[in-house]
């Protein structure tokens, strides 16, 4: 994952507001899952199934993903 790309807020907002094909993915632990400090239509999936692979079938299959987390 060193190798991804890196978007920042201000492009990614800039993006959402153009409607380009992006979704924000929140990776953030259970812990934030009812935090006030989310990106609108996030889609959350919780870490450790991002790393074994699983539960990821909940994101789109086109466009960009882009993850967040704190």
């Given at each position: 994952m060193d190798d991804?790309?890196?978007?920042?807020?201000?492009?990614?907002a800039?993006?959402?507001e153009?409607?380009?094909d992006v979704t924000p993915?929140?990776?953030?632990?259970?812990?934030?899952?009812?935090s006030d400090s989310r990106i609108r239509g996030?889609?959350?999936v919780e870490p450790d199934d991002?790393?074994?692979g699983s539960?990821?079938?909940?994101?789109?299959?086109?466009?960009?993903l882009v993850t967040y987390c704190t």
């Open positions: 991804a790309p890196r978007v920042s807020v201000d492009e990614l800039r993006r959402m153009a409607a380009e993915v929140d990776v953030r632990r259970a812990s934030y899952e009812k996030a889609i959350r991002v790393l074994q539960g990821l079938d909940a994101l789109p299959s086109g466009g960009s």
